[in-house]
């Protein structure tokens, strides 16, 4: 990103303006020009690549040629279930029904703020919502067991990331799918896989991820308890909003893991690499003090209006459908009672 935003900063620059001012060169000092330029343009986009190469953090990661993965004791990562490599990619699961397959890292993360960058693709024959279930992304004190979860266990500990690829629950059709979710687990609240996992979803947004033409990438951003969440699923090289939630702790020494699932529909899901970068971020003892948490945890108060908004005019609601049916039963009873007596009065009336 910081490469690409260099490449914008260059294309902006008054480079017209700078030709005009040799428009009268001949054509071989044009070529000079140019070969500098060039020059430049590289050297820019070689300081930004170095830049990026510093922080990145190769214990973290995992790229090509994904070298020792599956078999050797140094590799950093372990492959589980029908997670099988390739020159160019990690086949989780291939497009077969009930498959399980999972990358999980044995080390465990101690890079306080990082921004972690997903490649990956997902596709198969099936037609659109003819395929499943999806993919996850993890960062869970729990590694390498399986589960309803895409793959993984549904009660985790820490930060679930899902690539929902079809609709389980949604009959309405009032999301469309692929669905991007964010969940912060604490080992007893469950990702329900027949609802979508809507009940503990803290954000999300549609990606077309699917079958597509261009590279997915999917950006995670952790950076003084903020989570952000983008992704780049339309080959506009642009990173599009999705989630954004603030006050999220995440505790320390927690693991990596890449995780996917079919069940009666499939997809092969691939992950092309995983790519970890450590944020210099400054803090003061007391910041260090509070983000020293030992279970996951998010500020609620963010999602207390909508909360409160709905719970509250179901309650209010609910208060005077009660008063309202009260008050018509008594109404009802008062009316059945008057008309009976008036009716026996009638009938006592005309007997004498
Ligand atoms: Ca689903």
Redesign the pocket.
Known sequence: MAARAAVSRLNRGSFGGFLSMFGFMPLRDWTCVLAVVCGLLSAALGDEELFQEEFLKREYSLVKPYRGLGFSASSHWDLMGTAMVTGDYVRLTPDMQSRQGAVWSRVPLFVQDWELKLHFKIHGQGKKNFN???MAFWLTKERMQNGPAFGNINKFTGLGIFV??????DKTHDRT?PYVSVMLGNGSVEYD?ER?GRPSELGGCSAMVRNAVYDTFILVRYEKNRLTLMVDVDGKQEWKECVDISGLYLPRGYFFGVTSATGDLSDNHDLVSLKLYQLEVQRTPQEEEEDNVRVPRVDMTQFQVKVEDEGGRSIIHLFFLFIFSVLGLVVLVVVAIVLYGRYKENKRKRFY
Not at 164 to 169: F, I, K, L, S
Request: no cysteine; aromatic share 16%.
């Open positions: 499943g279930d999806g929902d690829t079809y609709p389980n629950a799918f896989h979508d």
